[in-house]
T-cell receptor
Framework: NAGVMQNPRHLVRRRGQEARLRCSPMKGHSHVYWYRQLPEEGLKFMVYLQKENIIDESGMPKERFSAEFPKEGPSILRIQQVVRGDSAAYFC????????????FGPGTRLTVT | AQSVTQLDSHVSVSEGTPVLLRCNYSSSYSPSLFWYVQHPNKGLQLLLKYTSAATLVKGINGFEAEFKKSETSFHLTKPSAHMSDAAEYFCVVSKRAGGGADGLTFGKGTHLIIQP
């Protein structure tokens, strides 16, 4: 069973461009979570999705950020009009219905905004 | 609201000696608690979890943690450190009681250094 997959692993964007981060959960996992790790800080929860539904987006910035988890395909975290402060590592995690609290993390996408 | 405090930002021990990483939590309900480890430039790996069963929890790689409600603590220990244990360790609490699916709240992390 392949682990949580994220791509790209590294992404460089100029200020004002859009960033799209992809996450494929583990097989059989219907819960997806996105976290952000800023330099010198711990991980911060952003959003929790369950197939086609956003369950909790309390950690998402109000503007420029959006997330989706369509019926088919990976979950996408989209950041519009990126700014330097968006530079961070973005981690995706997934969990199964049977033990929903047990989250498995992907390797992360390191976003650099120049 | 729930939170975790990792009492040490850095811990340095010699190889073969015991490891103690301290964590205190704050929660308005009986929490689910976890320890995750992050090796340099890697993702996070679940070490162990507490979800209201046995208070002494055993995890992978010889780590264990004890949930102490009276002290609101969930310290991580290992009897004998190995060089490969050098990494960042995160104490984590679930937002939801009873172990349901929900976002996790992370501590700021403890950097474990192993001296040869």
């Amino acid at each position: 069973n392949a682990g949580v997959m994220q791509n790209p692993r590294h992404l460089v964007r100029r200020r004002g461009q859009e960033a799209r981060l992809r996450c494929s959960p583990m097989k059989g996992h219907s819960h997806v979570y996105w976290y952000r790790q800023l330099p010198e800080e711990g991980l911060k929860f952003m959003v929790y999705l369950q197939k086609e539904n956003i369950i909790d987006e309390s950690g998402m910035p109000k503007e420029r950020f959006s997330a989706e988890f369509p019926k088919e395909g990976p979950s996408i975290l989209r950041i519009q009009q990126v700014v330097r402060g968006d530079s961070a590592a973005y981690f995706c995690a997934s969990s199964p219905d049977r033990v929903p609290y047990e989250q498995y993390f992907g390797p992360g996408t390191r976003l650099t905004v120049t | 609201a729930q939170s975790v405090t990792q009492l040490d930002s850095h811990v340095s021990v010699s190889e073969g000696t015991p490891v103690l990483l301290r964590c205190n939590y704050s929660s308005s309900y009986s929490p689910s608690l976890f320890w995750y480890v992050q090796h340099p430039n890697k993702g996070l790996q679940l070490l162990l979890k507490y979800t209201s069963a046995a208070t002494l929890v055993k995890g992978i790689n010889g780590f264990e943690a004890e949930f102490k409600k009276s002290e609101t603590s969930f310290h991580l220990t290992k009897p004998s450190a190995h060089m490969s244990d050098a990494a960042e360790y995160f104490c984590v609490v679930s937002k939801r009681a009873g172990g349901g699916a929900d976002g996790l709240t992370f501590g700021k992390g403890t950097h474990l250094i192993i001296q040869p």
